[in-house]
């Protein structure tokens, strides 16, 4: 991975974790601020994503990669530029649906590199199961009150982050 790459995944990494640190202070932010932070958080995850996938070698692209990504930036700019998702039910069953579907990519990346890297295999399987876990909580609870959907939202970002981390210290 080129050091662009690395720069531009580490720093969405940090905003995603960041964002998730202050809602984890503030429990009581409104909806309406979580799903701006959200969208500009999946959007900027997106590009970060598409960065890093320019920055592989050949033999380690995958169409699951380039498909995380392209998920993002589209889930991203939905969230941005629709105005009437700020509400309440919305937001986390949205962000449920996207933590499903993105941690059901991240498990077929897990079966796909099973033999060749076995300690990244186990990481992938780990998380796209708590990744799996949390979405299916989001979507079947979603009005389960403001603080805990914004702790929940909060405890999403730092996933997101961690698993930009990773990336970037796996390559």
């Not at 080129?2 to 409104?30: C, D, E, H, Y």
């Not at 601020?33 to 994503?49: E, K, Q």
């Not at 990744?131 to 989001?138: A, H, K, N, R």
């Amino acid at each position: 991975m080129n050091q662009g790459s690395k720069w531009g995944v580490m720093t969405s990494a940090f905003i995603s974790i960041s964002v998730g640190i202050f809602l984890f202070l503030n429990p009581r932010t409104n909806l309406m601020t979580i799903s701006w932070l959200l969208s500009v958080s999946v959007l900027f995850n997106g590009i970060a994503g598409l960065y890093f996938y320019r920055g592989l070698p050949s033999l380690a692209k995958s169409l699951w990669l380039l498909l995380a990504a392209g998920l993002e930036i589209l889930i991203g700019a939905y969230l941005l530029l629709g105005g009437f998702l700020n509400l309440p039910v919305l937001i986390p069953t949205i962000l449920g649906i996207w933590l499903v579907v993105l941690s059901l990519i991240r498990f077929g990346q897990a079966l796909g590199l099973r033999k060749e890297v076995p300690i990244l295999t186990n990481y992938l399987f780990w998380s796209s199961m708590l990744g799996v876990v949390l979405g299916f909580f989001l979507i079947n609870h979603p009005m389960v009150g403001g603080g805990v959907a914004a702790l929940l939202v909060a405890s999403a970002f730092v996933y997101a982050g961690l698993v930009q981390l990773m990336k970037v210290l796996n390559s």
